[in-house]
């Protein structure tokens, strides 16, 4: 670490910045996620990134920040099209979902999910990730602690909470990793796999049965996935850049706001335009594939954001398409970080998933360098639960 520091987005905290070295080592482990998960589409991405907008044939890639929030904020998107998110709703499930609304229908769906994810959502929530945290985060002190398990748990308690399931936490997130997986490969361009389509059929009506509405599914299949490739991620990052000494309470929504910045859990923002229009002084036509670069729109590639908080805010989208869960996202990479920290951990193993539909680790074991006599304490400290994990 050396003893620079930058403004943060949240408080008006300094986020703490990793002398170069460090940065540099966490950024080339974490790019191990891009490049054997997807690397002919991640190779095209970084040859294209000097661009703000590249077109190749009615596909137009948009890298420039200007350009990314114009799209998602003035042009207007065929929200049900084949190859973006909510034509994958439309197509695996009966419809209705806030992915493939549109219009009244779509702003009225947005408004009850924001309410429910509100800054008071937060407090409803931490109470059940900090009795998973404490039951969990002591492995460190007796071994290693599998973090992507435990970025599964927490994930699938945030989603059952959001979707009023009283399933198994575990149980829904792997139904909804394994429905988001099978609809990426359904997809994704080139050559699909055979049964593709079925399989993806089936994932999502198994995840569809857990739920006491059917509809809710998207939204499942959105918080956990986004939660199991982030979480890992920024804290491997925050274990090879050497940051675990400064982080604390007053500072971690911050830098959890900044881990995500930097590793982009969600890189790409497949749309299509409805109309035509122009980005970057480029035309943009009725019909074309919009590939918004959320990655370079954040400027994860670079060590230091944009000033502002439009860089910090790009991951999450932008105006009406912003994701409603980014104060959540935040606020519970923040309470990880906060466990996670007494321990110093660095990452003893790493193994890149090749089939999540996001770009992370099927495995990220962390083993502590140091045993705190004890840790420091969340903002509440609740008693572990009997059973913080099913069956």
Same mark, same amino acid.
């Not at 137009?60 to 998107?77: G, S, W």
């Not at 749309?271 to 590939?291: E, K, N, Q």
């Not at 959320?294 to 502002?308: V, Y």
């Not at 951990?345 to 996001?358: G, M, S, T, W």
């Given at each position: 670490?050396?003893?620079?520091?930058?403004?943060?987005?949240?408080?008006?905290?300094?986020?703490?910045?990793?002398?170069?070295?460090?940065?540099?080592?966490?950024?080339?482990?974490?790019?191990?996620?891009?490049?054997?998960?997807?690397?002919?589409?991640?190779?095209?991405?970084?040859?294209?990134?000097?661009?703000?907008?590249?077109?190749?044939?009615?596909?137009?890639?948009?890298?420039?920040?200007?350009?990314?929030?114009?799209?998602?904020?003035?042009?207007?998107?065929?929200?049900?099209?084949?190859?973006?998110?909510?034509?994958?709703?439309?197509?695996?499930?009966?419809?209705?979902?806030?992915?493939?609304?549109?219009?009244?229908?779509?702003?009225?769906?947005?408004?009850?999910?924001?309410?429910?994810?509100?800054?008071?959502?937060?407090?409803?929530?931490?109470?059940?990730?900090?009795?998973?945290?404490?039951?969990?985060?002591?492995?460190?002190?007796?071994?290693?602690?599998?973090?992507?398990?435990?970025?599964?748990?927490?994930?699938?308690?945030?989603?059952?909470?959001?979707?009023?399931?009283?399933?198994?936490?575990?149980?829904?997130?792997?139904?909804?990793?394994?429905? +988001?997986?099978? /609809? &990426?490969?359904? #997809?994704? !361009?080139? $050559?699909? %796999?055979?049964? *593709? =389509?079925?399989? @993806?059929?089936?994932?999502?009506?198994?995840?569809?049965?857990?739920?006491?509405?059917?509809?809710?599914?998207?939204?499942?299949?959105?918080?956990?996935?986004?939660?199991?490739?982030?979480?890992?991620?920024?804290?491997?990052?925050?274990?090879?850049?050497?940051?675990?000494?400064?982080?604390?309470?007053?500072?971690?929504?911050?830098?959890?706001?900044?881990?995500?910045?930097?590793?982009?859990?969600?890189?790409?923002?497949?749309?299509?335009?409805?109309?035509?229009?122009?980005?970057?002084?480029?035309?943009?036509?009725?019909?074309?594939?919009?590939?918004?670069? +959320?990655?370079? /729109? &954040?400027?994860? #590639?670079? !060590?230091? $954001?944009? %000033?502002?908080? *439009? =860089?910090?805010? @790009?991951?999450?989208?932008?105006?009406?398409?912003?994701?409603?869960?980014?104060?959540?996202?935040?606020?519970?990479?923040?309470?990880?970080?906060?466990?996670?920290?007494?321990?110093?951990?660095?990452?003893?193993?790493?193994?890149?998933?090749?089939?999540?539909?996001?770009?992370?680790?099927?495995?990220?074991?962390?083993?502590?360098?140091?045993?705190?006599?004890?840790?420091?304490?969340?903002?509440?400290?609740?008693?572990?639960?009997?059973?913080?994990?099913?069956?």
């Amino acid at each position: 670490m050396n003893g620079n520091t930058r403004a943060g987005e949240q408080a008006g905290r300094a986020v703490p910045t990793p002398a170069p070295a460090a940065h540099r080592a966490a950024r080339r482990r974490d790019r191990r996620v891009y490049l054997r998960s997807h690397p002919l589409l991640f190779a095209l991405l970084a040859a294209t990134r000097r661009r703000p907008v590249a077109r190749l044939g009615r596909t137009v890639l948009v890298h420039d920040a200007e350009a990314y929030r114009t799209a998602l904020t003035r042009i207007p998107l065929d929200r049900t099209a084949p190859g973006t998110t909510g034509g994958a709703a439309a197509e695996l499930t009966s419809g209705g979902l806030l992915f493939d609304q549109d219009g009244a229908e779509h702003r009225a769906a947005r408004r009850a999910l924001a309410v429910e994810l509100d800054a008071s959502a937060v407090d409803r929530l931490r109470p059940s990730w900090q009795a998973v945290l404490a039951a969990r985060i002591p492995e460190l002190a007796i071994g290693d602690l599998e973090l992507v398990d435990l970025s599964k748990e927490l994930a699938g308690i945030t989603a059952a909470a959001l979707t009023g399931t009283v399933v198994c936490p575990t149980t829904l997130a792997g139904a909804a990793t394994e429905a +988001a997986a099978a /609809a &990426a490969r359904n #997809h994704l !361009p080139g $050559p699909r %796999p055979p049964g *593709a =389509a079925r399989t @993806a059929a089936a994932r999502a009506a198994e995840l569809a049965a857990l739920l006491p509405d059917p509809r809710d599914a998207m939204v499942a299949v959105a918080a956990v996935n986004t939660s199991v490739a982030a979480l890992p991620r920024a804290a491997a990052w925050c274990a090879d850049a050497g940051l675990w000494p400064s982080v604390d309470a007053p500072g971690a929504p911050a830098l959890a706001a900044e881990l995500l910045r930097l590793t982009a859990a969600s890189p790409l923002l497949p749309r299509v335009a409805a109309a035509d229009a122009v980005l970057a002084g480029r035309r943009v036509r009725a019909g074309d594939r919009l590939v918004l670069v +959320a990655r370079h /729109a &954040a400027g994860a #590639h670079r !060590p230091t $954001p944009s %000033p502002g908080p *439009a =860089a910090t805010q @790009a991951v999450f989208g932008a105006g009406p398409h912003a994701c409603p869960g980014a104060g959540v996202a935040r606020a519970l990479l923040a309470e990880l970080l906060l466990a996670l920290a007494p321990y110093r951990p660095v990452v003893v193993r790493a193994r890149v998933d090749r089939r999540a539909a996001l770009p992370g680790w099927a495995e990220l074991t962390l083993r502590a360098t140091r045993t705190p006599a004890k840790a420091a304490p969340h903002p509440t400290d609740p008693r572990p639960t009997e059973e913080t994990r099913c069956g």
